[in-house]
């Protein structure tokens, strides 16, 4: 069964910089789509950025487009998401979601089949 593990967040102050990581198992993601989604309390969980396994395409949410990058490690069946210039507004849990590459949808919770436990980013003013 496929696992992802996320890991990375933690306590920052406004303008600093964090990277997170999501370590994907159980079977070959080479035709996945990996995407990081968040969630505050008491709000609804919102996208934040998506990439292809296999090439390049990237997709963000405006909210963090400029300061939030989406990469990955092949070797390593690793997406990073490098968060720059953090808000007070960032603070939330971030977790990484995986699903098969159709219907050419990268943003909403429902295509998403698989998702990870979360890691909590916290940014103070």
């Known amino acids: 069964q496929v696992q992802l593990v996320e890991s990375g967040g933690g306590l920052v102050q406004a303008g600093d910089s964090l990277r997170l990581s999501c370590v994907a198992s159980?079977?070959?993601?080479?035709?996945?789509?990996m995407g990081w989604f968040r969630q505050a309390p008491g709000k609804e969980r919102e996208f934040v950025a998506a990439i292809k396994w296999s090439v390049s395409t990237t997709y963000y949410a405006d909210s963090v487009k400029g300061r939030f990058t989406i990469s990955k490690d092949n070797a390593k069946n690793t997406v990073y998401l490098q968060m720059n210039s953090l808000k007070p507004e960032d603070t939330a849990v971030y977790y990484c979601?995986?699903?098969?590459?159709?219907?050419?949808?990268?943003?909403?919770?429902?295509?998403?089949?698989?998702w990870g436990q979360g890691t909590q980013v916290t940014v103070s003013s």
């Open positions: 979601a995986t699903r098969p590459v159709f219907g050419g949808i990268y943003n909403l919770t429902s295509v998403y089949g698989y």
């Open positions: 159980g079977r070959s993601f080479g035709n996945y789509v």
